[in-house]
Structure formats: structure tokens, C-alpha cells
């Protein structure tokens, strides 16, 4: 039920309709003083400053401040001080000295990241995941108290350590080289679908290949659904706590910056994870809901399969990777 959309994208869309069949084709300048020229190439002039150039590769020019020039690689230039290079692989060098190279050597870079260390000042902290190449040993914890960053969050099965650093430090960590990439911890959106028919329930248990060997419609008995989100109300009659919630539990992320690295805390055997929002309890009804509440029509997909809840709080990713480490460590039990 979480999707974390990490979309980045850059466009530049230019319309020009000529209708009048006096205007040449190669050569139009109307009295706007736009002037467009389209004879071996794509010319653009415009006397506020922007510049179009293609031939054999596009260059644009904005007195504001934003430069684009593409021949055989694309290169963008904006005055904010953050560069782009794509030439076989994709390069981001901001001011701040970290270069960011996809296919390269180097870690990868959160673009969002990216721009709060060209805008914030340079004692800000920010919430930061990094990823190293396998699990961080204790050279690597130390190399980090090196850098004036004493503590956060470790994983007992992910590679990666969440800390609160400033910019200083964040260039620092790119250096190290066992870091495989330094993402942004932020808060994530909540996506909420359409359920039994729009995902194709319906169709499914109307195919005889989709039945049990009894004839019956697979209704997930068997199967225990790990549901990480905001959390899951077992109070409620078509999610009851024990028969249908086998586990119900609360992730406490450690504020601010803690004095030592330190593993995520939970507390299990809640009847109620889910307090302000509601998200994760609609989630687990449509998951695994015994429909009991409205005599079987608002059942979920598998009625018949057991859930744990894993709330997650106020669902930065810090949180959700501390749900999913809590899942890897516990999964065999249910």
C-alpha cells in the first residue's frame, strides 16, 4: 500500500503553429520578434533571452540563468550552481563538490538531496540513508564518528545506516568507499486503489484454473500477509486481534541524533497500531478483511489469510525500512 515515488524529470516543450500560407517555410520573423528558422536545422531566437540552436545537436540558452547544450552527450548548466553531464552515463556535480555518476565509481546521489545541499545552509542537518556495497562493519560506524556523526540507525538485515548530517559531512560519506549510495529520508505518499475489481478478484475467482482441488476460489488460508503501514486497528470485527492479526506491532525510530548506533525498537501485541490515520487498517481490510462487519461484502482479497501488523508511524522511509527489517528478522515466525 506504499508507494514511494522517487520520479525525476526535465522537458522542455516548444509549439508553434504557422497557419498563413504567405509566411515562407524557411524563414519566418513575426512581429512579436520571435524569429524561427528551419532551414538545416532548427533555429530560435527570442529577444527575452531564450535561445534555441539545433544542428546536429540542440543548445539552449536562458539569460536566466539555465543553460542547456547537447552535441553527442547531454550537458546542463544552472547558475543555482548544480551541473548535469549525461556522456555514456549520467554525472550530477553540485556546488557543494559531490559528483554523482550512475554508471561510474562513486555512490549515487539522491537528486532531491542534491538541491537542499545547493539551497540549505551548511549546518543544517538532514536525515540522510546510506547504502553501503554489503552490511557496515564497525569501520565503517567509525568512519562515520570520524566525520562528527555519532549515532543513528542500524539494521540487523539491511545495508544501510540512517543519521541526521550536514553537508560537510555528506560530502564526507561520499568519499568513503564501501557506500554504495546517500538517498534523502523523507516523508512518503500514501496510494490508495481500488480494490476487488479493479486489480481482477472478480475475474479470478470466476476461472476454474484459479480453484482449489476442493472446486472453491483460493481465499488465501494458509498464507500469513506481512502488512507494513501505518498500522492495524484489531478492534475492528472484520480485522479481530489473535484469530486474523497474529501480530500487531509498533516501530519507535530514534529522534534527533542519538549517542550510539543503535538497532530499531519495537513494541508487539497491540490491539490497536493504527491511532491517527486509518490508512493501514482500510489497507488490511481489503488485504485479508473477513467482511464479518457487513455480512461477507466487504471482504478483502484473501479472507482466509492470517496478517502482522508492522505500523510504521509517520511513514518516513527510515520507518518503513525499519518495518521491513522487523519483517526479514521475524518472518519464519508466523
Given amino acids: 500500500m506504499i508507494r514511494s515515488i522517487r520520479t525525476a524529470a526535465l522537458g522542455l516543450a516548444l509549439c508553434v503553429g504557422i497557419t498563413s500560407s504567405a509566411l515562407p517555410d524557411a524563414y519566418v520573423t513575426p512581429a512579436s520578434t520571435y524569429r524561427w528558422d528551419t532551414a538545416a536545422g532548427i533555429r530560435f531566437n527570442d529577444v527575452g533571452g531564450i535561445r534555441f540552436n539545433d544542428v546536429g545537436g540542440i ?134 486503489h481500488e480494490s476487488l475489481e479493479f486489480i481482477g478478484v472478480r475475474q479470478a475467482e470466476a476461472d476454474p484454473a484459479m480453484r482449489t482441488t476442493l472446486g472453491l476460489p483460493f481465499d488465501g488460508r494458509g498464507v500469513t500477509i506481512a502488512f507494513v503501514d501505518t498500522g492495524i486497528d484489531a478492534t475492528h470485527p472484520d480485522l479481530p486481534f489473535g484469530s486474523k492479526v497474529l501480530q500487531n506491532v509498533r516501530v519507535h525510530t530514534a529522534a534527533g541524533n542519538p549517542a550510539a548506533f543503535l538497532p530499531p525498537a519495537y513494541t508487539e501485541g497491540l490491539p490497536n497500531t493504527d491511532l491517527v490515520l486509518g490508512h493501514g487498517t482500510f489497507g488490511a481490510g481489503i488485504a485479508a478483511g473477513t467482511g464479518s462487519a457487513s455480512g461477507g461484502y466487504y471482504r478483502g482479497v484473501a479472507p482466509g489469510a492470517g496478517l502482522v501488523g508492522i505500523s510504521v508511524g509517520d511513514v518516513y522511509i527510515v520507518n518503513v525500512l525499519e518495518g521491513f527489517d522487523y519483517l526479514l528478522s521475524n518472518a519464519l515466525r508466523y
Fill in 59 to 192: 543548445r539552449f540558452n536562458d539569460v536566466g540563468g539555465i543553460r542547456f547544450n547537447d552535441v553527442g552527450g547531454l550537458l546542463f548548466s544552472d547558475t543555482s550552481g548544480i551541473r548535469f553531464n549525461d556522456v555514456g552515463g549520467i554525472r550530477f556535480n553540485d556546488v557543494g563538490g559531490i559528483t554523482f555518476n550512475k554508471t561510474g565509481s562513486g555512490p549515487s546521489i539522491d537528486l532531491s538531496l542534491l538541491n537542499l545541499l545547493v539551497t540549505l545552509p551548511d549546518t543544517s542537518a538532514i536525515g540522510v540513508i546510506i547504502t553501503y556495497q554489503s552490511m557496515p562493519t564497525a569501520l565503517d560506524l567509525n568512519d562515520l564518528r570520524s566525520i562528527g556523526i555519532t549515532g543513528g540507525t542500524v539494521f540487523a538485515n539491511l545495508p544501510m545506516v540512517v543519521v541526521n548530517a550536514t553537508k560537510d559531512q555528506i560530502i564526507a560519506v561520499a568519499a568513503f568507499a564501501h557506500v554504495r549510495s546517500i538517498w534523502q529520508d523523507r516523508l512518503l505518499t500514501w496510494v490508495t
